[in-house]
């Protein structure tokens, strides 16, 4: 007697889903829910100052320059504001601008040569840079106000991005020395082979290697600067070069007592939208740069 066998036929692709795995996945999905709950909190809690804060900058107010209807009269009084934004903005994007240079420059080239070169003293004089890091800021500020005006460059804008650079070294040095050692030194040997300098293995090869690195670093040097309060507030003295988170403080201090809370909240915001949008544009980068030394090739 011949027995048939029965075969059921499954569509290629739709094999069914072991229930071990279906368990591991539903497991999955229930742990995540008290993480998604968290990070939903954190961000209500950081984005709801500034939302508030955009949305009162516009909105009518007593005691404000926008009182009837919703508009932009508080922009228009801080565009007014003594020399004016466009002269604060521009105060405070030559010291970003400037302390970035200053700061990508120094610490390309010392995480380089303390990744890539070994010479008498190299960890010690590491962990000198580092230490800079255990100085309290506003200490050093007195002293450093000294030190510039012996040298002509007090009430500068210059003296402000030296002093922010300065503080910017020791974060920026550990995360280009960490970015460097995280390339394999066959590039190095490699580009040697081929006839590079160590200049020239360090534009070509090197530099486009630590690229998330050196965007990070640029990153932080620019969100420093730009928001930073006490260096100008100690070191210049004249209000046309003030930058311009010592201008929207200064704005708070009005005759009698009165505070413009409007055009206060307009340079707020004023202040925080280019961090943001640098930091939406760059967060790739920016991630990748922090885990550039996780894993070492």
């Given amino acids: 007697m011949?027995?048939?066998?029965?075969?059921?036929?499954?569509?290629?692709?739709?094999?069914?889903?072991p229930p071990r795995r279906r368990r591991?996945?539903?497991?999955?999905?229930?742990?995540?829910?008290?993480?998604?709950?968290?990070?939903?909190?954190?961000?209500?809690?950081?984005?709801?100052?500034?939302?508030?804060?955009?949305?009162?900058?516009?909105?009518p107010r007593a005691g404000t320059s926008?009182?009837?209807g919703w508009g932009f009269g508080n922009y228009l009084a801080l565009a007014d504001y003594q020399a004016g934004v466009w002269v604060y903005l521009g105060n405070s994007l030559f010291v970003s601008l400037l302390t970035v240079t200053l700061t990508l420059l120094l610490s390309l080239t010392g995480g380089y040569a303390f990744a890539r070169f070994d010479f008498p003293g190299k960890n010690v004089l590491f962990l000198l840079v580092l230490a800079i890091l255990m100085v309290p800021y506003a200490t050093l500020l007195i002293p450093l106000y000294v030190l510039?005006?012996?040298?002509?460059l007090q009430n500068s804008l210059v003296g402000v991005a030296l002093v922010i650079t300065m503080f910017q070294l020791p974060f920026s040095m550990?995360?280009?020395?960490?970015?460097?050692?995280s390339v394999p030194r066959e590039f190095d040997e490699a580009?040697?082979?081929?006839?590079?300098?160590?200049?020239?293995?360090?534009?070509r090869v090197l530099i486009p290697a630590v690229k998330p690195g050196l965007i990070?670093?640029?990153?932080?040097?620019?969100?420093?600067?730009?928001?930073?309060?006490?260096?100008?507030?100690?070191?210049i003295n004249d209000s046309a070069r003030m930058t311009l988170p010592l201008a929207v403080a200064n704005l708070r201090g009005q005759a009698q007592g009165v505070v413009d809370y409007g055009a206060t909240e307009a340079g707020v915001v004023v202040l925080a939208l280019p961090c943001i949008l640098l930091f939406l544009i760059l967060q790739r980068h920016y991630v990748r740069g922090f885990m550039s030394g996780a894993f070492k090739g």
Avoid: H, K
Avoid at 148 to 152: E, K, M, R
Avoid at 191 to 199: F, I, K, S, W
């Fill in 2 to 17: 011949a027995m048939t066998a029965t075969r059921t036929l499954i569509a290629p692709g739709s094999a069914p889903t």
């Fill in 174 to 181: 550990f995360m280009m020395r960490v970015s460097f050692e």
């Fill in 191 to 203: 580009a040697m082979v081929d006839g590079c300098t160590p200049l020239s293995a360090l534009w």
């Fill in 24 to 59: 591991s996945r539903a497991r999955r999905a229930v742990l995540g829910i008290p993480s998604a709950v968290f990070t939903t909190a954190l961000a209500i809690i950081f984005l709801y100052p500034l939302i508030w804060t955009a949305i009162s900058s516009v909105g």
């Fill in 216 to 235: 990070t670093v640029g990153l932080f040097a620019f969100l420093t600067a730009w928001n930073d309060f006490f260096a100008p507030l100690i070191l």
């Fill in 66 to 68: 926008q009182t009837d």
């Fill in 148 to 152: 510039l005006n012996a040298v002509g």
